[in-house]
């Protein structure tokens, strides 16, 4: 598709901080077909601050989610102040890649002559309607694919492709001398001399932050907003135990969310090696010991003690896409979650992006290729639409192509490139669910068992100690 006059963009993504994260790659792509454009992301306020400094962002629009707690007056005039600040800004290409009916009115408000979005079927009467052009999904990518591909598959189906599928996450130098100040105060023996991130995102160190060292660290992120999604707390602080026995440094966080942070302290109640801050948690001869920075980090915070960390361990949470994003293997727990949908996404997929640690990659492929272009060449027409246009294009994937499935199968223990998900091989799994019949609570998570999570994590630090 040859879209002509391209100056400024406008990408919606307004969800959870995780799924703003795996949108990159989509800021990516346009950044290299449209290197003049100015890019402007629309997202969540408080989900903003992880694509704070990308590259192939100009212009990050936080939409206040408090908007919806207000009466309906405050609501109406709130919105409508909002959209007319959309459209006074002059954007003549919207991508939603929400789906949701908020998104799609956006996307037509904000008069964008080009506006792609994804065919949906939920939702109002007539909103595919909204968009000039559609990206259709087969029945296999609607119950097989990963989000980064979903998110990505809304522009590519138009010419609008990159080689390179990274999720990344930019540190600024701060967050990472807040980490070194961690390591110092706390005995932590450390080095990594080069960040992980990719050359176009990170901030080169200039001698290196850390001292020479050799410890080993393992980044513990045991909560989710949605507590559904957490494994049992004894089992998590066994893990943890058996980690520090091992002479491992454990760094522990949470969000400051007050449910988190009461989850947290749980867990942390149950580990011996646990102490208070001002005494030494590296106690045992030096080695071994967990620090607590549960509720005391931001996300760029976060994004860095994953970077540093030689493996992450946490359940389906958005700390899980950040330490993806920043090199650093992932073992998580799954439970009603679909790997195939959100599992951790290696950047060295397709053998592109940036690449970590020199480790083999064993992807998996079903039949393979690039999605095609359109399977029209009349553009059905649109009552909302008007002008050389004509409504809206529509583009598919052939029957019975699909592309690569990181995580190729329903349920079960997957590894995706240097990332693992551990989940039960239960029928009933992905379900969706916030828990079974209504209990918010998980069973297939809580029956997964301390032995097998202990096997896999052990294999994962023998590899990364090769």
Request: aromatic share 8%; glycine share 10%.
């Amino acid at each position: 598709m040859n879209f002509s006059g391209i100056k400024k963009i406008l990408v919606i993504k307004l969800r959870h901080i995780g799924d703003v994260l795996l949108s990159v790659p989509v800021f990516r792509a346009l950044r290299e077909n449209f290197p003049e454009a100015h890019i402007a992301a629309l997202v969540n306020s408080g989900t903003e601050e992880v694509l704070e400094a990308s590259p192939f962002i100009n212009e990050i629009i936080a939409f206040d989610r408090g908007i919806k707690k207000m009466n309906p007056v405050q609501r109406y005039r709130k919105e409508l102040a909002f959209l007319r600040m959309l459209r006074k800004k002059g954007f003549d290409t919207a991508v939603d890649l929400t789906g949701g009916d908020r998104a799609a009115i956006i996307s037509f408000v904000s008069g964008a002559s080009y506006r792609l979005g994804p065919d949906v079927k939920e939702g109002f009467l007539g909103k595919r309607y909204l968009y000039t052009h559609l990206a259709v999904r087969n029945n296999n990518q609607r119950t097989n694919q990963h989000i980064v591909l979903q998110n990505l598959d809304i522009i590519s189906r138009f010419g609008v492709k990159t080689d390179n599928l990274s999720v990344d996450i930019s540190i600024p130098e701060d967050a990472r001398v807040f980490v070194k100040k961690v390591f110092e105060k706390n005995g932590i023996n450390k080095i990594k001399t080069t960040p992980l991130c990719p050359p176009l995102i990170r901030g080169e160190f200039k001698g290196g932050v850390f001292s020479e060292g050799n410890a080993t660290v393992v980044h513990v992120h045991p909560t989710s907003r949605w507590l559904f999604k957490c494994w049992r707390d004894e089992y998590m602080a066994e893990v943890i135990n058996w980690m520090t026995g091992k002479g491992i440094t454990v760094i522990v966080t949470s969000a400051p969310d007050k449910r988190e942070m009461e989850k947290a302290k749980r867990i942390l109640s149950l580990v011996p090696e646990f102490t208070p801050p001002h005494i030494p948690p590296l106690a045992r001869g030096g080695i071994g010991g967990v620090v607590n920075l549960c509720g005391k980090t931001n996300i760029k915070q976060l994004a860095a003690i994953s970077e540093v960390s030689d493996l992450f361990f946490g359940v389906d949470s958005a700390p899980m896409h950040i330490a993806a994003a920043v090199g650093t293997p992932v073992v998580a727990l799954l439970g009603p979650s679909g790997a195939f949908h959100w599992g951790p996404w290696d950047n060295n997929y397709r053998g592109q992006g940036s690449g970590v640690r020199g480790q083999e990659r064993p992807y998996q492929k079903q039949n393979g290729g690039d999605c095609p272009g359109f399977t029209d060449t009349t553009p059905f027409k649109s009552p909302l639409t008007k002008g050389d246009l004509g409504g809206c294009r529509i583009a598919t994937v052939p029957m019975g192509q699909t592309e690569e499935t990181p995580y190729p199968k329903r349920n079960g223990i997957q590894t995706f490139g240097i990332h693992t998900v551990i989940q039960q091989d239960w029928k009933c799994i992905p379900c969706g669910k916030d828990g079974c019949d209504g209990s918010k609570t998980s069973r297939c998570l809580e029956e997964i068992k301390t032995e097998e999570v202990i096997n896999i994590l052990k294999g994962k630090l023998k590899a990364i100690k090769k």
